[in-house]
């Protein structure tokens, strides 16, 4: 069965510092990897997502992401946070097989504060 | 477009309640999605249709009932509601495709309080 781990439910990072916030993933199958940003009181929007063209996906915002096989992992990245990244990230998997292909299974969200 | 959209945007109920939560989406989308948040345990799936005519159950289906309306639209409906069921739900939907690939849109939620 395919599950997600986000490490960190929550993280703090000061303005212009490196944000990281990391995904591992369970599949079975070559996975789809997706990454979306849930902003106070809002729907959540698609980041960025991973489709096996690319292991170093970039998104909107300044976000990127790569995958790593060997670690199973989809870690998201920002080289300078700013005071407006402060919101919720989901990271999810879709196997992309059988019956339920599209289905996505969400990890748990880290929210992400941003200090000044 | 308006993408997906949800109503109502807010709902108070009183335990036994029933209530339906509507969803419409005009992106010629062919999947629909209803999910729950709760704090700390992300987004689980509680009914999908994959297709106009079909549904099928997800992770947290018990209590709840779906009908995909048409194309367009994918309702949910809560019999008899339960404290247990006070949440934020989210409707999305997809493009048609054999792969998983395609991502999913998410509508801007239904914040119900079951008292």
């Known amino acids: 069965a395919q599950s997600v781990t986000q490490l960190g439910s929550h993280v703090s990072v000061s303005e212009g510092a490196l944000v990281l916030l990391r995904c591992n993933y369970s599949?079975?199958?070559?996975?789809?990897l997706f990454w979306y940003v849930q902003y106070p009181n809002q729907g959540l929007q698609l980041l960025l997502k991973y489709t096996s063209a690319a292991t170093l996906v970039k998104g909107i915002n300044g976000f990127e992401a790569e995958f790593k096989k060997s670690e199973t992992s989809f870690h998201l990245t920002k080289p300078s946070a700013h005071m407006s990244d402060a919101a919720e990230y989901f990271c999810?998997?879709?196997?992309?097989?059988?019956?339920?292909?599209?289905?996505?299974?969400f990890g748990k969200g880290t929210k992400l504060s941003v200090k000044p | 477009n308006a993408g997906v959209t949800q109503t109502p945007k807010f709902q108070v109920l009183k335990t036994g309640q029933s209530m339906t939560l509507q969803c419409a989406q005009d992106?010629?989308?062919?999947?629909m999605y209803w999910y729950r948040q709760d704090p700390g345990m992300g987004l689980r799936l509680i009914y999908y249709s994959a297709s106009e005519g079909t549904t099928d159950k997800g992770e947290v289906p018990n209590g709840y009932n779906v009908s995909r309306l048409n194309k367009r639209e994918f309702s949910l409906r809560l019999e008899s509601a339960a404290p247990s069921q006070t949440s934020v739900y989210f409707c999305?939907?997809?493009?048609?495709?054999?792969?998983?690939?395609?991502?999913?849109?998410f509508g801007p939620g239904t914040r119900l309080t079951v008292l």
């Open positions: 599949s079975s199958v070559p996975p789809y």
């Open positions: 999810a998997v879709s196997d992309g097989y059988g019956g339920s292909q599209g289905n996505l299974i």
């Open positions: 992106m010629n989308h062919n999947s």
């Open positions: 999305a939907s997809r493009t048609a495709g054999t792969s998983g690939l395609n991502e999913q849109f």
